[in-house]
């Protein structure tokens, strides 16, 4: 019995100061992510979606809504789709413009393999699996949506393909609005596909 759990990264926020917002509450899609979340509710608009769940971040929660409703669905929330924890949050973290120049930051980079700044890796790829295994289930024979963030998505795929969970940012593949889908044979993972409806975007913005 083939069941798919697509991952879905929002759409772009609206974000006018460019600060690691985080879990932050109050950051919107913007125009631009409002028209991305209808662009992938288009683009699923004929798969068998029965069952979709979102992280409980507003635009994480906006990003959902257009693609429920032409399910003929409901929102379902799941706290561990949520943003990964990062003590930089709320502060613009550019390389050489904002809160990595300074000094009383430094001790909280003295680890990127954990990473020692936020929520360590492999508490996000375990509580993302959860997510993942919770809506397999209530979709099992069909398809399910799971609305969540860049880093967890990332983080659960390195994981599931068996690769070091500290990575470049700069080189995820997880743009605004796509798709990491999760082919399951039963309960067995037996395949990930990865697509972008809504186009690429740039993984170093922050703020996107």
């Known amino acids: 019995m083939t069941t798919i759990v697509h991952m879905l990264r929002h ?21 631009r992510g409002q028209r991305q979340a209808l662009t992938v509710a288009e683009a699923v608009a004929g798969h068998d979606i029965v069952h979709v769940v979102a992280s409980p ?10 693609i429920a ?12 789709l949520i ?12 390389v050489g413009d904002g809160a990595l120049r300074q000094p009383q930051h430094w001790s909280k980079l003295r680890n990127p393999f954990r990473p020692s700044w936020g929520e360590p890796y492999l508490e996000i790829a375990h509580r993302m699996l959860g997510a993942v295994y919770r809506a397999r289930a ?10 969540s963030h860049q880093l967890p998505i990332w983080t659960l795929r390195r994981f599931l393909e068996g690769k070091a969970l500290w990575h ?15 082919v399951f044979n039963g309960e067995e993972l037996v395949d990930i596909v990865y697509s972008e409806p809504a186009g690429s975007t740039d993984p170093k913005v922050t703020g996107a």
């Open 168 to 182: 470049d940012p700069r080189r995820r593949q997880c743009s605004l609005a796509s798709l990491t889908s999760l």
């Open 11 to 31: 759409g772009e926020v609206h974000n006018p100061e460019r600060i690691l917002y985080g879990r932050l509450p109050g950051f919107r899609l913007s125009e």
């Open 69 to 80: 409703g032409a399910h003929r669905l409901d929102v379902r929330t799941d706290e561990r």
């Open 83 to 94: 943003e990964a924890a990062n003590d930089f949050e709320g502060q613009r973290v550019s």
């Open 57 to 66: 971040l507003q635009r994480a929660q906006e990003t959902a809504s257009p």
């Open 138 to 147: 209530v979709a099992e024979g069909h398809e399910a949506l799971c609305v």
